[in-house]
């Protein structure tokens, strides 16, 4: 693991504000050994300009949101471990590691975790997912209007 520092700047260039986040060094993950699988899942553009299409031709509303810190809401399967970041080791004190129970940014893991996630709590908002496009769920609500929802 390592700390990613970075200075937020206004417009004017004084500095709004400064953020840090611990990351996973997934460049030095190997196959097999650290990770088996990989996932990404994109929303393809093909589905977005569908849907884009349809709410204009029947006046449906959309709505669009940022998950912000979305991989680190992903909740691990397997057992990972990660050692202690340089600038927090303590001398005298033996090496340590820690067990991850979720998903860091870095993590090769990360995007399969948070996918899962958010699958599983829509499954229990009893959205169905399709079964030609992974990213997209539908809902009728209450009312019999559908919900769509494309991660």
């Not at 997934?26 to 899942?41: R, V």
Request: glycine share 6%; charged share 25%.
């Amino acid at each position: 693991m390592k700390w990613v520092f970075k200075t937020k700047l206004n417009l004017d260039g004084t500095v709004q504000k400064h953020k840090t986040r611990l990351v996973a060094k997934g460049y030095a993950h190997k196959p097999g050994i650290d990770y088996n699988e990989t996932f990404a899942a994109m929303a393809k553009l093909d589905t977005i300009r569908t849907l884009i299409t349809l709410a204009t031709q029947k006046g449906w509303k959309l709505f669009q949101l940022d998950v912000k810190s979305a991989f680190l809401n992903g909740v691990l399967d397997e057992e990972v471990y990660v050692e202690q970041p340089e600038s927090f080791k303590v001398k005298n004190v033996g090496h340590k590691i820690y067990r991850l129970r979720k998903a860091l940014y870095g993590l090769k893991q990360a995007s399969r975790a948070w996918y899962s996630e958010i699958g599983k709590y829509l499954s229990m908002c009893k959205f169905k997912r399709s079964t030609s496009e992974a990213t997209l769920y539908t809902r009728c609500d209450y009312e019999g209007e559908l919900i769509i929802v494309s991660i």
